[in-house]
């Protein structure tokens, strides 16, 4: 809305009565708040005249009342206005993330490595305890292939981790869970003279490959934008036609 200046009242309709025009330097200061007020009133803001003041003034002045008409008849043309037609670009937006991960998921890195590394080990610790049930002294056989199956887990999570690093942040909480878990009760029961530090020692790449699994899920994946983090500009529909004026800016060029 323009507060120096505003609308003529504009010819009257064929067969109405007739409106007064606004003068040539414009509105006085009064119809100005009012439209002003009206204007913003209709776009759900803050108007500094109340609608009792609004509604003894337009009692009075014929060029305001016509200028609230044109308005409202500006407000509804544009806010039914059609929706302009736009190609649906769903499927091509869709397989360009796939892409987009299938490309990321190629690229290699110290990280990745150092993920497999990781699961070799738990696999190096799996063979004994899975195959000859030896999970060190003391450590019954269903116990040692027990303490196998879970070693494998992990082994096969951050192998997965390091093939499709796409596949990252949904590893990323049970790994840590059960790492960080390890490592305690290892202290815990290392201060207690349960079990010894080189007993112990292999938890430490549970450890490892879970902190290499965030580093991971921190850089997205790789070098590219990480899961979920979608280029937004680049999935826009391109050709698509720029919004339209608004019934504000409708109203302000009448």
């Known amino acids: 809305m323009r507060d120096d200046d505003g609308p003529p009242a504009g010819p009257p309709d064929a067969g109405g009565p007739e409106v007064p025009l606004d003068p040539p330097d414009g509105p ?34 014929a060029a305001c009342r016509d200028w609230a008409a044109r308005a ?3 407000d509804r043309r544009v806010r039914v206005a059609p929706a302009l037609p736009v190609r649906d670009r769903t499927d091509e937006v869709v397989a360009a993330v796939l892409a987009d991960g299938r490309r990321r998921d190629r690229r290699p890195s ?33 116990a040692a292939r027990e303490l196998g199956v879970f070693n494998l887990a992990l082994g096969v999570a951050f192998a997965v981790a390091a093939y499709r690093p796409s596949r990252a942040p949904g590893l990323r909480l049970p790994t840590g869970v059960a790492a960080v878990a390890l490592c305690l009760l290892a202290v815990v ?58 019934a504000r800016d409708d109203r302000d060029a009448a």
Do not use: F, K, N
């Open 110 to 142: 110290p990280v990745r490595a150092g993920l497999a590394l990781a699961a070799a080990a738990h696999l190096v610790v799996v063979v004994p305890a899975l195959v000859v049930a030896d999970a060190g002294p003391d450590v019954p056989p269903h």
């Open 72 to 74: 409202e008849r500006v």
């Open 28 to 61: 006085p200061q009064r119809c100005r708040d009012v439209r002003l007020s009206l204007s913003a009133a209709a776009d759900g803001e803050d108007a500094p005249v109340g609608p009792v003041e609004r509604g003894e003034h337009l009692g009075t002045c």
């Open 189 to 246: 029961d290392a201060a207690l003279g349960r079990t010894t530090v080189a007993v112990e020692l292999p938890h430490l790449a549970s450890l490892a490959g879970w902190v290499l699994l965030c580093v991971l899920v921190r850089r997205g994946g790789g070098d590219g934008p990480g899961p979920g983090r979608v280029d937004v500009a680049a999935a826009v529909p391109a050709g698509r036609p720029p919004p339209g004026p608004t």
